[in-house]
């Protein structure tokens, strides 16, 4: 069984400058999700030392209202000192698919 979902159009992003929004348009992750595509955003920035090995890997999550906006301020620095950032919209969030019912925001759903 497929659960309704709805994409918010890119449009919507570009309207209205967002103060700070330097990383563009995300690349999508596709899931499978209990019979329908998910798509899910993210980004990867890297150092800027193309040259070398980056540090670690930062995965920087974000919780609830918000979407990887709330993270802006914090990929710079962490990018200067030599790691890749990878940020990511939870699905219901930002960029990525939201399921239309309610009762698709559940705990084990998010897990899966």
């Known amino acids: 069984m497929s659960i309704p979902i709805i994409r918010t159009p890119v449009s919507c992003f570009e309207k209205i400058p967002l103060p700070g929004w330097v990383f563009g348009r995300p690349t999508y992750f596709t899931s499978q999700l209990f019979g329908s595509s998910i798509q899910m955003a993210y980004w990867i920035i890297e150092p800027h030392k193309r040259d070398t090995t980056a540090k670690e890997t930062i995965l920087l999550t974000h919780g609830q209202p918000t979407w990887s906006y709330l993270n802006r301020r ?16 939870q699905v219901g969030f930002g960029w990525s698919d939201k399921p239309l019912n309610i009762k698709d925001y559940t705990y084990q759903r998010n897990v899966n």
């Open 74 to 89: 914090l990929v710079q620095s962490l990018v200067n000192e030599g790691h890749r950032v990878i940020m990511f919209d």
